[in-house]
């Protein structure tokens, strides 16, 4: 305790969070100083490197301090008050409140707030509509509740049929995930899997097109929800559409539950109030810890509850306190504000941005993204995340829709603005931020290939930029940076002198 001892001296009224680090950190210190060396080490390069990752933000210390606790000792398979381990009793209490608070933010009927990631939410969420919509059914017709007590032929045959279900969902080039039924991503092998895109002139959804691909698929789950998609989504319109073919809506909201959780999107554009099922992941614009969650309607209720041992095993117990520990803050007023906040600052950065020179695909935005078209620089989106990354913005390329480029160099950078936003950012930062982009891309050329079959080409991946635009653009963000500190409650100098060689 010598280093918090003394850190308690030198701060006598120290903030609770900030106190608790240094213990933390002194704790860890004392039996892996390299991991110790390394949580620092990203607190400094968070200070120093402005984050415009749209999946990213800054979660609270009393929700960090809520994951790093003796509640991962736990196993809890099951459900609240269902569970195959005796002494879950506090589990149960925590998993519970953070399922009603979940439910209360997002007037949701039902909340499962299990799934250890985005991804394994989307699973679950899979395998809970397959179970209710074929399972079961198949199951009633064959006379038994108990797939373990099936013949080997009726197994099969219900096994035939859960594999044949089809998926519709938003084409990773459009904006969806990975998980949407990409043939890289075990969705588009669990299910015979197709996908919409947005329109090729507008770069918007074109609803009357998704409709019609609906009704010519007639798919086992109609998916909304993206990854780099800029505009709201019309979830009462996909509603209807999935209504009209017998669909079950599925919502992925992993990017902007914030948004929805805030108030942003209402109405017609809040996917809770039309969907069947919801996933989300809730450390994006929710701004909780790195974890997954499902909300969803009576009807999927049972099938979602069987997530653990469908798909995951143990949940993560400490998780989820910090995921209630988020979502209590997210009920809060100030969340609204700050929801909001984050999309006045998206639409001020991209048109900031447009304003310096750059094209914007879609035009704008309505939400907490947007994509830059980096093609008008010469560059490819993988030199301008790189040199952007070098003057101490972090950014990442993303393809644009029906992008000549393909999926690793792309043409576009995603740009995202709930982490400023979390860090107090406004107008005039914005405006600051467009004009260091603006500077950086326009001052930045690509390379020549020297060596090879390409020799004498310009390279897709390396790029030129003198050294004092990069020293300038670097120093801007730092100043910019100093004003805004990351975590300005944790002292870094203290911590570098005390953890770090
Ligand atoms: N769904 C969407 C729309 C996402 O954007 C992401 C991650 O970026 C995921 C799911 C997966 O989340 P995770 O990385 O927590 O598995």
Known sequence: MNITKEYLSANPNPDAGALAYVASLESVHSVAPEIADKIVQELADQRTNLKLIASENYCSLPTQLAMGNLLTDKYSEGFPYHRFYAGCDNVDAVESRAAQIACEIFGADYAYVQPHSGADANLIAYWAILNQRIEVPGLEEIGESNPSNLSREDWDRLRERLGNQRLLGLDYYSGG???????????????????????????????????????????????AGYSAYPRKIDFKRMRRIADKVGAVLMVDMAHFAGLVA???????????????????????????????MILCTEEFAEAVNKGCPMVIGGPLPHIMAAKAV???????????????????????????????????????????LFLIDVRGFGLTGRQAESVLRECGITLNRNSLPFDPNGAWYTSGLRVGTAAVTTLGMGKGEMKEIASIIGTVLGNTRPATVTKGKNAGKSSKARYEISEEVAAAAKQRVRDLLSRFPVYPELDLNFMQEHFQD
């Open 177 to 223: 995930h990975l998980t949407h039924g990409y043939r890289h991503n075990v969705s588009a092998q669990m299910f015979d899997s197709y996908t919409y895109t947005v329109d090729r002139e507008t770069g918007l959804l074109d609803y009357d097109a998704i409709e019609a691909q609906a009704e010519e698929i007639k798919p086992l789950i109609l998916l």
């Open 262 to 292: 805030g108030g942003v999107f209402s109405g017609d554009f809040d996917p809770v109030a039309h969907a069947h099922v919801v996933t989300t992941t809730t450390h994006k614009t929710l701004r909780g810890p790195r974890g997954g």
């Open 326 to 368: 988020a979502f209590t803050e997210a009920a809060k007023p100030e969340f609204r504000e700050y929801a909001a906040r984050i999309v006045d600052n998206c639409q001020t950065l991209a048109a900031d941005c447009q304003a310096e020179g750059m094209t914007i695909a879609t035009g704008g935005t309505d939400n907490h």
